[in-house]
């Protein structure tokens, strides 16, 4: 199994990393020949309008949308941008899930911080999630096909979206690849393995 890291910008040597540590063979993603033989991807967190504009350049986004359309592919933070269908701006998008986005939906004041949150179906869910959430953006909708895995919390308990999955389409708005917490890199080798 070799699972690819969209490489055109942003932190994608740390999903490398993460999954190496794992004993998964990984491989970086510039060019469209590279997709072969890959049994997942991972789109990771940057800046979305870079790496859509890159993607572009490259002749990335129709292969991108083609081996998303059967094989399971996961965005981080600026990766979970590139998924959605709406990004509320003008700018290059894989539009593979039914998930409408907010960019930098924090704001200035607190562009980042860490919070504990309960994530659904990663092993041991019971045990919160170190969320490490950087300019990130909010998923503000969702279509009907479109599980959640995690809110941030709020009083109603109808907080933002933060974690959903849609079939074989996964998108984290934080970074699991930036803590020391495997289980959401260990869930989405699940996903490629069903
Ligand atoms: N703010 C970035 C964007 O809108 C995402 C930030 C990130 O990936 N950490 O593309």
């Known amino acids: 199994m070799i699972i690819g890291v969209l490489a055109l910008q942003g932190d994608f040597i740390e999903h490398c990393n993460l999954l190496s540590r794992l004993g ?14 890959l049994s997942g991807l991972i789109v990771p967190g940057g800046e979305s309008t870079t790496i859509g504009k890159l993607a572009t350049t490259f002749d990335l986004i129709e292969p991108l949308r083609q081996f998303g359309s059967t094989r ?3 965005g981080t933070c600026a990766g979970a941008i590139l998924l959605s269908r709406d990004a509320q701006r ?22 980042s911080f860490e919070i504990d949150l309960p994530v659904a179906r990663i092993d041991d869910s019971e045990r919160p999630f170190p969320a490490v959430f950087i ?3 909010l998923i503000e909708g969702a279509g009907d096909g479109v599980d959640i895995l995690a809110r ?21 708005s934080f970074h699991p690849e930036l803590t020391g917490d495997d289980r959401l890199h260990r869930y989405f080798l699940g996903m490629v393995r069903e």
Not at 24 to 37: C, D, N, S
Not at 90 to 111: H, K, S
Not at 157 to 172: M, S, Y
């Open 152 to 172: 941030l919390p709020d009083d109603s308990g109808q907080g933002k979206i933060v974690a959903a999955q849609e079939g074989h389409l996964l998108a984290t």
């Open 135 to 137: 300019r990130a953006p």
């Open 72 to 74: 399971p592919v996961w």
């Open 24 to 37: 998964v063979e990984t491989r970086e993603i510039r060019l469209a020949t590279q997709l072969e033989g």
């Open 90 to 111: 003008e700018q290059p998008l894989l539009e593979m899930m039914d998930i409408q986005i907010e960019r930098n939906a924090f704001g200035r004041q607190i562009d």
